[in-house]
């Protein structure tokens, strides 16, 4: 894959943003499928996967989230839910491994130290390939757009009135790259257990091949952040007050001033805020983390009116946003430190976005998971 979205950067990614606002001896747990909440659907049989394995030994730095049966998707109490996060849908997720944080800097310079890894955001930009894939009659943007960069973010000066002018705070930016998240002055030195940022969808997937893992689906991610809170707005309840002290989000005037009321103003190391009950941390706020679902903002809609449960979802077929049908994106979870509660508010479990798949932010990340059977194919 080329960078031909990053150019675009602020186009492409803006548009995205718009839609922001019982054991058994092998320790399965016997979840028959049999009736619904709401409606009557199809029946599906399927025994779910809950207890890990004896045989299987927990991977270092992970977690096991015990598989379940639950309503993917938005509450009913969830006021500021958006529409392409509803209608809820019933979902079946096997249990899984996921890392217990983000993928952090010394992790990510691991992997490149043994590989020799370049990330997207490194790379010039073809403007022959590029023209392939941006509406016919665009012209050659500046040579200074062509070379190696991404998107940062930069305080506005003053009030804005329009949340969805996101040129106001994001800025294409050369030399922006994983070592370097928030333009070539800055550096991670000293950061090591900071997650890792400005890595695309591909640069993840690369990530993942080397550890023999992979990324999770928006199922699997959101099963693990309720951690078995079923039916509240966010992983630790419904109490919105205690956000501060739960996750890294913004606090004040967005975004003009964060008063950084929860220690934080940009991003945060890992493990600064208590886990979920899982021991999964981060699982809302600090940074977005890519999953591997196409994203549709029908997805749950079309599912719904599909009448079935879904076993082990993998997400929509195909991508498709109105609002910029050009894109491929994937589906990021669980909200940055850019979230506040006065825009988007996507620190909510069910709260999704869309992202170019060779987009990279200075607020998004990643982390990986990995099943029983992977682990024993090792």
Not at 244 to 265: C, R, S
Request: a negative charge.
């Amino acid at each position: 894959m080329n960078k031909s979205v990053q150019f675009l950067g602020l186009g492409v990614l803006i548009l995205g943003f718009v839609n922001c606002k019982s054991e058994s001896k092998e320790n399965k747990f016997q979840d028959k499928v049999t009736e619904n909440i709401e409606q009557k659907i199809q029946v599906v049989e399927h025994t779910v996967l809950s207890e890990k394995p004896e045989e299987v030994t927990t991977p270092e730095g992970m977690v096991w989230v015990p598989g379940a049966t639950f309503k993917q998707g938005a509450v009913d109490s969830d006021n500021t839910a958006m529409n392409h996060e509803k209608p809820a849908i019933e979902v079946v997720v096997d249990g899984f491994f996921m890392d217990a944080t983000e993928v952090t800097n010394v992790q990510f310079a691991a992997f490149v130290k043994a590989t020799g890894y370049v990330t997207v955001a490194e790379k010039g930009i073809d403007w022959e390939e590029l023209k392939k894939q941006v509406p016919v009659g665009t012209e050659k943007p500046h040579d200074s757009i062509l070379q190696p960069g991404s998107l940062t973010f930069k305080k506005a000066k003053s009030s804005v009135p329009n949340l969805y002018d996101f040129s106001q705070w994001w800025n294409w930016t050369i030399g922006a790259d994983w070592k370097h998240p928030n333009g070539p002055k800055s550096s991670i030195k000293g950061k090591g257990n900071y997650p890792v940022v400005q890595v695309s969808y591909e640069d993840a997937l690369a990530y993942c091949q080397w550890a023999n893992r992979r990324l999770p689906t928006e199922a699997e991610w959101e099963l693990a952040s309720r951690a078995g809170s079923f039916g509240t707005i966010y992983n630790w309840g419904d109490d919105a007050s205690v956000l501060k002290q739960k996750a890294n989000t913004w606090e004040g005037e967005f975004p003009v001033e964060n008063t950084m009321a929860d220690g934080f103003e940009l991003r945060a190391p890992v493990k600064s805020y208590p886990p979920n009950a899982y021991g999964l941390y981060d699982m809302a706020g600090n940074v977005w983390e890519w999953t591997s679902d196409w994203y549709n903002t029908n997805y749950y809609k079309e599912t719904k009116a599909k009448n079935m449960v879904l076993v082990n979802p993998k997400g929509a077929e195909s991508p498709f946003t109105p609002n910029n049908p050009l894109a491929k994106e994937r589906v990021i979870k669980g909200g940055s430190f850019l979230c506040s509660q006065s825009y988007c508010a996507s620190y909510r479990v069910s709260a999704r976005m869309g992202s170019s798949m060779d987009s990279s932010l200075e607020h998004t990340g990643f982390r990986t998971v990995a099943t029983v059977k992977m682990l024993k194919e090792e």
